[in-house]
């Protein structure tokens, strides 16, 4: 693993480590501009993070593990406010409910059809 620099950047695998998001994941996040790096070396292409990154990357962990979509992952991170954040899970939140009461449906349906 690369070391931070003397700047106190991390390189992507000391994120990787830290945040529990793989290095992996942390490239296509990169590429799907969700999640870009604090800084990109011009000759070898590594990938640096700022200390102040290492939060946002934990939040978006966490968001991911709730099966937050990637797509409102991009809009958070492009405005990481409270607000937008309350937004964001209200919004989740309402979508996980619909899927519950579709599952719960089709339990329902299930559990007839084997009762007959």
Do not use: C, W
């Not at 070391?3 to 991390?10: F, I, K, T, V, Y």
């Not at 996980?96 to 559990?111: D, F, K, P, Q, W």
């Amino acid at each position: 693993m690369r070391q931070a620099g003397n700047d106190g950047r991390l390189s992507i695998g000391q994120l990787a480590s830290i945040s529990q998001i793989s290095v992996k994941t942390l490239r296509y996040y990169d590429e799907e501009d969700i999640f870009k790096p604090a800084h990109i070396d011009e000759q070898s292409r590594y990938r640096y993070y700022s200390p102040a990154q290492v939060e946002q990357a934990r939040m978006l962990q966490n968001l991911r593990f709730a099966q937050v979509p990637l797509e409102d992952l991009r809009e958070f991170m492009r405005d990481p406010t409270p607000e937008h954040q309350t937004r964001l899970f209200n919004r989740h939140i309402e979508r996980l409910r619909t899927e519950v009461h579709h599952l719960n449906r089709g339990i329902r349906s299930l559990a007839r059809r084997r009762d007959y």
